[in-house]
């Protein structure tokens, strides 16, 4: 091989290695861009989530509201049946009494 011929094929070289990492530069900028952009979005949609969750926290808290409606529910209706018998008793008593106004 000459000179001029060993010459020839560094300087292909040269410009084939010169593409490649020309092209392997333009396809890591991309890749940042992307990776940028897929960082953007997803603090996005954790700020989403972030707000989702916050509205919701209501909803796990009806589970609280509907326990104590039943309790107070109970207890209303304890004191439905004491008053009962209560207003039953005082019934009985008027009765054994002569039934006379008071």
Not at 23 to 45: E, M, P, S, T, Y
Not at 67 to 95: K, P, S
Request: glycine share 10%.
């Amino acid at each position: 091989m000459t000179d001029a011929q060993l010459y020839a094929v560094w300087g292909w070289s040269l410009v084939v290695a010169a593409v490649v990492v020309v092209l392997a530069a333009i396809l890591l900028i991309a890749i940042l861009l992307v990776a940028r952009r897929i960082l953007a979005h997803g603090g996005q949609a954790l700020a989403a989530a972030e707000a989702i969750a916050e509205d919701t926290k209501i909803i796990w808290k009806l589970d609280d509201t509907n326990r104590l409606a039943e309790e107070v529910l109970e207890a209303a209706t304890d004191i439905e049946e004491r008053g009962g018998h209560i207003a039953g008793a005082l019934q009985g008593d008027r009765a054994a009494s002569g039934g006379g106004t008071v």
